[in-house]
């Protein structure tokens, strides 16, 4: 999301006079990336299109309150984290709900198992199946706050405070959460990539 | 300098960490903890290898085509959705309570401040403490209460038991349901305190709910019915942080504070 140039600010003005071109120009230069945030954090591909159809849909509401000196992408992307955390909390809620009616095993249908249908690279070829389920396993065993910490510290490299903004978390509290999330990722795979040495 | 932590290895792996100098040194020289980097560096290399799904070539022009009708309905300007949450009748509760506080702590304070301009007219009579200490006072005890609060949560998690002698076990899942309404009226408190506390640079009570904030967030996202395993993993976060002693301190201190007669003179104000 770092490609924020001068051009989102003009987009905006024109969006903002009615030009859905204009609206349609951001839609373009942005939904890529917040399509991989949302992927990261959701793990799942059905998940991350919705997120980015209501984070996309929702900064249209709100482009008014959009401060021109701000970063258009920035304040997108702080849309995209609240719209994936809804997202994982709505598919928690309503994995324990299942559970709770049928007495099924909530690992059977969960969304991040269609992780597998996706096309990896060739390099990622070489993750074995086993350690890819575990990764898989481990992420998520993550709680929404952790993953989130962690996708957004990890893989997207936010600041502590900047994560924290997005959280509504103290510096203290995002730093833990960033801890606790590398901690349990550790106890689940450390054993599984260690003897893979 | 002592041998790295987890948590200090994961703070220097991210550069969060105050003094990277130093730990880089003593990674440099200590061959234990540079092992445990590498361990932990493995790790994250196995979640960096994780595949990514890439939208199809086409996927701007699909999500467009998927956008566009919307937008017609959804038109610009006051974002409801943003306060449906906000206004879900479960948040109404605390939110409700915090801001009835708040405005008792003003008119408290603006009556008192009536009354005492009164007193100091007449240049004699008792006493009374300052508007502002009024105030304080009053956000004292509702802190006070909602330590209180957090402290029986926390409590009832900690010494909950997955055989179901502690709490109502069905085939080994423990219901915290009454436990997860409270944490999370609990946790739109829990942030309106802290903001409050941290623009008024009280740091003791900042820091506390802060760390207080994460665990009743965890609380509250948790399934109404959680595994042995999932209780095990909130008792430890409870234990290994100290949580409950923080919590139990902080409110004793608290309280202290919002009982101490507060009727030193105003600087500029009265003498004695």
Not at chain 1, 20 to 46: C, I, K, P, W
Not at chain 1, 62 to 84: H, K, P, Q
Not at chain 1, 129 to 148: C, D, F, G, N
Not at chain 2, 122 to 138: H, L, S
Request: charged share 30%; proline share 4%.
């Amino acid at each position: 999301m770092d490609r924020m140039d001068g051009g989102d600010a003009a987009q905006v003005t024109r969006a903002l006079g009615g030009d859905q071109d204009a609206f349609r120009a951001l839609v373009e230069r942005h939904s890529r990336s917040l399509f991989r945030l949302a992927y990261r954090m959701t793990g799942n591909e059905h998940d991350a299109e919705e997120v980015v159809q209501e984070a996309f849909l929702r900064a249209y509401r709100r482009l008014d309150r959009f401060e021109s000196r701000a970063n258009f992408g920035t304040w997108l992307y702080r849309i995209g984290v609240n719209c994936s955390l809804d997202m994982m909390r709505k598919r928690k809620t309503e994995s324990s709900q299942r559970v709770v009616a049928s007495g099924d095993d909530p690992d059977a249908s969960d969304p991040l198992d269609n992780v597998a249908s996706t096309d990896p690279a060739p390099d990622r070829m070489m993750l074995s199946a086993e350690v890819k389920e575990k990764v898989q396993e481990a992420m998520k065993a993550l709680s929404p706050v952790e993953r989130t910490a962690f996708v957004l510290r990890h893989f997207e490299g936010h600041s502590i405070e900047e994560i924290g903004k997005a959280l509504g978390l103290g510096a203290g509290a995002t730093k833990n959460s960033v801890f606790r999330a590398v901690q349990k990722l550790r106890q689940q795979l450390e054993p599984l990539v260690s003897t893979g040495e | 300098m002592n041998h790295l932590n987890e948590q200090e290895l994961v703070e220097y792996r991210y550069a969060d960490a105050a003094d990277r100098t130093e730990a880089a040194l003593h990674l440099h020289e200590c061959a234990e903890c540079r092992a445990d980097y590498e361990r932990l560096e493995r790790v994250l290399a196995a979640v960096d290898a994780m595949p990514v799904a890439e939208p199809t070539a086409d996927y701007e022009a699909k999500l467009w085509r998927a956008l566009e009708p919307q937008l017609a309905t959804h038109k610009r300007g006051f974002d409801w959705s943003a306060w449906r949450e906000w206004l879900a009748p479960r948040r109404l509760v605390p939110i409700g309570a915090v801001a009835v506080l708040i405005v008792a702590a003003f008119v408290a304070g603006r009556y008192t401040h009536r009354q005492d301009n009164t007193t100091n007219t007449a240049g004699n009579g008792p006493q009374q403490p300052a508007p502002q200490q009024i105030r304080e006072r009053i956000l004292l005890v509702a802190v006070g209460d909602h330590l209180d609060r957090a402290q029986t949560v926390l409590l009832e998690i900690s010494n909950a038991e997955a055989d179901g002698t502690g709490k109502e076990a069905k085939g080994g899942e423990v219901d915290i349901s009454q436990e997860q309404k409270r944490a999370e009226n609990l946790l739109a408190e829990n942030r309106i305190y802290r903001q409050t506390a941290e623009h008024s640079g009280d740091n003791a009570v900042a820091n506390v709910l802060d760390e207080l904030e994460p665990v009743l967030m965890d609380i509250a996202h948790s399934p109404s019915e959680v595994s042995g395993s999932e209780l095990s993993e909130l008792q430890k976060r409870i234990e290994s942080q100290g949580l409950l002693l923080k919590v139990r301190v902080l409110d004793s201190s608290v309280r202290e504070k919002a009982k101490t007669p507060a009727l030193q003179p105003q600087p500029g104000t009265r003498g004695l």
